[in-house]
Each structure stands twice: as structure tokens, then as C-alpha cells.
């Protein structure tokens, strides 16, 4: 009955709160969950149709070659990324990130407190304090910077303001995107505590109506310390046994998906992926060693879930050259 009422009652929610989003630019709670209710009893419709809606009004800019972190990129490479992307929810780079980028990153994450997941508390809470990671001595399975430490780092606005992701997710959504996510995190082997709170059960992310993440693996990555798992394919659609608003026990999955099509990326560090996290994915839990992840987020809207407006102190003419050029991208950025 529960199920029902939200079902009827949902659908107006939405509409109400989508058209204050548009006005006050907020999102209210209440529009919040209903818009991921909608996307459920959907499949993915409801979300596919105001994404065309915003390719229209949001076009994107025309771009034929690009230079960044990934090298040089024409029509034609790109054309092969975003197919790829496409038909199976991912795309694994060949180009590694660079080393001067990954020492630095790593610099930056030895040095720099951040917040673990407390697990004495239910659902996803961390810490107030902030406290540097040990790996020999881990009190928590994740360990995340806040993204205004993390912006602050100069290596982390290179990938932040690369070329090549821009026109990448631009290519993919189909509009002029918006980098609404700049995120860092520890994992550390926990006795599989924590698995639900750490995102290590398969779920599927819902927090904008067309989204693109870039992993960075700053580590080396195998099947004992944390691999990200992809359900290929399932971006598009879910059977609706999986297709829920919480985590995915691996138990669950076998009756609807082969296993050839779960996918588990291993990687020396230095990796990038790209990733359409609609589909179901999780981070594998760790059974030895840590794994240290960075991770952007290019979305087409910023209804959805609350973000975080990222502020550089001392921006370099190159940044301020970004926004000035691009600025519905980079909008939260000040």
C-alpha cells in the first residue's frame, strides 16, 4: 500500500519541486525522492526523457579535437570512447594519468586529514574530526577529503579543468556539463565491515538525471584491494528483481545477469575509467592493503542531490581562463 500512495503521489511531487529548482535553483527533499522513485518505476524513462529535454535547451558545444591528460583526441577517438560508453556503461583508458600528477595526488593524500565513515552510527555518517589514514591501523573502511581540501591541491584542478574529460562528458550527455563532483577516499581492509556504508554492496547511483564519473586509481588495484565491479549494460535498463532503491547483495545478482557481464577493473596505478554509474557497480571490499580513488563528476543538471560549491583561493590565469570559456561548467567553482 506504502508503495502504492508514493507511486500516486510522487509523480506530483516531482513536478512541483522540478519547476522550484528552476526558479530558486534548490531542490527540495520531498522532489529529491520522488525523482528517484520515478526512476525506478520507470526503468530509467523518466530520466531519459528530461535529459533530451536538456540537450535540447543546453546544447553542447561543438568540439572536433581536444589536449589534455589523455593525449590528443579527435572526432574519431572520441566517437570510439563514447560508443563505448554507451553499449557497455564504461570505458577503460589506454593513457595513464601522468607521474608528476599521481605523486603529487598521492602527496596529497599521506599529508592531508580527512573524515572516516563512522560505523557506530546507521547509514552513511562520518566523523566530525578529521584524522590522517593509517594504513596499519585503520578505524574505519573509508576515509573521505573534503572536496574543498581537495580542490585546493594544484594537481587536482589540472584534471578538474582538462580539456579532454570536459569534451568527453560534454559528447556523452549531450549538453554543456557541469563538474558538480571533485572527491577523494581511502579504502582500508575492514572484516567486510561497513560494506553497505562504504558502497561496497552493488547499487546504482542516482543523485542528477544524466551523469558521467571519471575514476583515477592512484594505486595499484587488483582483486585483493578494492577493484571497482561493473554490471555491463546496465546503465540502459534493470531487471526489476535488482532494480532497487538500496544496496544489491552479490547473491542477487547471478539470477538476473551472466557472469561474463560483471566486470571488475584491475589497474596499475595511474588508471582512468569512465563510467556511467546508473548502472550497478560497487567497490569490491578490500581483503589486504588500501586503495586510494579520486574521482569527477560531469552532470547535465544540478537537480538532484545537495552539492558542494568548491572554492579556489588563488586561481590561475589558465582556471580563470576555463570559467570565463565555460561557464555553466564550471559554475560551482568560485
Known sequence: MKTVIKTLVYPFIFGFGFIYFLVEKKT?????????????????????????????????????????ILGEINQIGLNSMIRSIEQDGFHAF????????????????????????????????????????????????????DANDVIKNDAVQSIVF???LRMIASAYLGCQPILDLATMWWSAPFDNKGADQSAQMYHFDMDRFKFLKFFFYLTDVDTNNGPHCYVRNSHKRIPSGVRKDRRISDEELPKYYKEEDIKEFIGKKGSILAVD??????????????????????????????????????????????????????QLFS
Not at 99 to 109: I, Q, R, T
Not at 114 to 140: C, H, M, Q
Open 162 to 164: 582538462d580539456d579532454n
Open 277 to 330: 554509474t546508473r548502472g550497478l557497480h560497487k567497490g569490491k571490499p578490500l581483503v589486504e592493503r588500501s586503495r586510494l580513488l579520486f574521482q569527477i563528476q560531469f552532470s547535465n543538471s544540478l537537480f538532484g542531490a545537495p552539492f558542494t560549491k568548491m572554492r579556489i583561493d588563488q586561481p590561475s590565469t589558465e582556471v580563470l581562463e576555463k570559467q570565463k570559456n565555460h561557464p555553466r561548467t564550471y
Open 28 to 68: 527540495l527533499p520531498s522532489a529529491y525522492a520522488g525523482f528517484r522513485h520515478l526512476f525506478v518505476i520507470t526503468n530509467g524513462r523518466s530520466n531519459d526523457f528530461h535529459s533530451a529535454l536538456i540537450r535540447i535547451v543546453k546544447k553542447a558545444k561543438k568540439a572536433d579535437k581536444s589536449s589534455g
Open 94 to 145: 589506454d593513457v595513464s594519468l601522468d607521474d608528476k600528477l599521481l605523486e603529487e595526488l598521492v602527496s596529497f593524500a599521506t599529508t592531508t586529514k580527512a573524515r572516516y565513515i563512522d560505523l557506530s552510527k546507521t547509514g552513511v555518517n562520518y566523523a566530525t574530526e578529521k584524522i590522517l589514514f593509517d594504513a596499519k591501523n585503520p578505524v574505519s573502511p573509508r576515509y573521505q577529503f
